[in-house]
Nanobody, 125 residues
């Protein structure tokens, strides 16, 4: 089992940047694909980005591509989401998650086994 803790959320103006971090404990990330999801009030949890276990491939939702960057440091059991050019529609609770082994769909919440508690990101107009 793993435990995940997100940090780095906050309140920023449109066009600003935030760096979210996800720290793992209980096991390493070295063999696990990791993902970031977000959930706004009254909406379904939606995919943001994912990174393969060895960081050789990354995946992004269309609405964040070119603005967000996912990275990882397996030696430190850390996954980072760098968010630039933030928009008000990016406002949500952001969650870090561990993918289930063998899944081919990195954008579906049902294919992730472990979740953190989330960190709030608020982007003002």
């Amino acid at each position: 089992q793993v435990q995940l803790v997100e940090s780095g959320g906050g309140l920023v103006q449109a066009g600003g940047s935030l760096r979210l971090s996800c720290a793992g404990s209980g096991r390493t990330f070295s063999r696990d694909t990791m993902g970031w999801f977000r959930q706004a009030p009254g909406k379904e949890r939606e995919f943001v980005a994912a990174i393969r276990w060895d960081a050789m491939n990354t995946y992004y939702a269309d609405y964040v591509k070119g603005r967000f960057t996912i990275s990882r440091d397996n030696a430190k059991n850390t996954v980072v989401l760098q968010m630039n050019s933030l928009k008000p529609e990016d406002t949500a609770v952001y969650y870090c998650a561990v993918a289930r082994w063998g899944t081919a769909d990195w954008s579906s919440v049902v294919n992730y086994a472990y979740w953190g508690q989330g960190t709030q990101v608020t982007v003002s107009s």
